[in-house]
Antibody, heavy 116, light 106 residues
Framework: QVHLQESGPGLVTPSETLSLTCAVS????????WSWIRQSPGGGLEWIGY???????TYNPSLESRVTLSLDTSKNQCSLRLTSVTAADTAVYYC??????????WGQGTLVTVSS | DIQMTQSPSSLSASAGDRVTITCRAS??????LNWYQQTPGKAPRLLIH???SLHSGVPSRFSGRGSGTDFMLTISTLQPEDFATYYC?????????FGQGTKVDI
């Protein structure tokens, strides 16, 4: 059984960098596509991007200039960095495992609020 | 980006009802269409993949159909635990995109 757990600060100051980690158990981080998705307070789901194949990435063009995904194979985890955050980046952030074009497993999500 | 449009945005139903939700893609996506269920405070969970394949462990009262641009999710006999929000998602291209959701409540 695959388990994903997001962690990171729940409060980020505007213009600063949001950093989150997703710890994975039950699957190798070297396999599959590891996605990040966020859900705004209004409810919509937005795909941020994914990382795969030992570090290849694909980002949503709407966020590409500000986002970086990375892998830490020694810890079996993946990470998200989002720079220059604004209140519009306030959301629940999920990591998820994509396999065969479907999001099979999701973390519980972590709420990040951007506020001074 | 491929736009995914669900209808209705919300619906009221009773246990035992048959419920149908539609999802339309702005361009053809073959059968690269998934359905997810989300209950309050929880992450979405996969119900249907490849437009019509039931994910492991999902009750058979859920079914999906469609291809190209038009898709449907049907719950044949609504159960109390099915009151939730349902999202479609295309995985034909990146960026992956979701419908705006359909809330099913009493």
């Amino acid at each position: 059984q695959v388990h994903l757990q997001e962690s990171g600060p729940g409060l980020v100051t505007p213009s600063e960098t949001l950093s989150l980690t997703c710890a994975v158990s039950g699957a190798s981080i070297n396999s599959y596509y590891w996605s990040w998705i966020r859900q705004s307070p209004g409810g919509g789901l937005e795909w941020i991007g994914y990382i795969y194949s030992l570090g290849s990435t694909t980002y949503n063009p709407s966020l590409e200039s500000r986002v970086t995904l990375s892998l830490d194979t020694s810890k079996n985890q993946c990470s998200l960095r989002l720079t220059s955050v604004t209140a519009a980046d306030t959301a629940v952030y999920y990591c998820a495992r994509e396999s065969r074009f479907r999001l099979l497993d999701w973390g519980q999500g972590t709420l990040v609020t951007v506020s001074s | 980006d491929i736009q995914m449009t669900q209808s209705p945005s919300s619906l009221s139903a009773s246990a035992g009802d048959r419920v149908t939700i539609t999802c339309r893609a702005s361009e053809t996506i073959s059968t690269y269409l998934n359905w997810y269920q989300q209950t309050p405070g929880k992450a979405p969970r996969l119900l249907i993949h490849d437009a019509s394949s039931l994910h492991s462990g999902v009750p058979s009262r859920f079914s999906g159909r469609g291809s190209g641009t038009d898709f449907m999710l049907t719950i044949s006999t609504l159960q109390p635990e099915d009151f939730a929000t349902y999202y479609c998602q295309q995985s034909y291209k990146t960026p992956r995109t979701f419908g705006q959701g359909t809330k099913v409540d009493i």
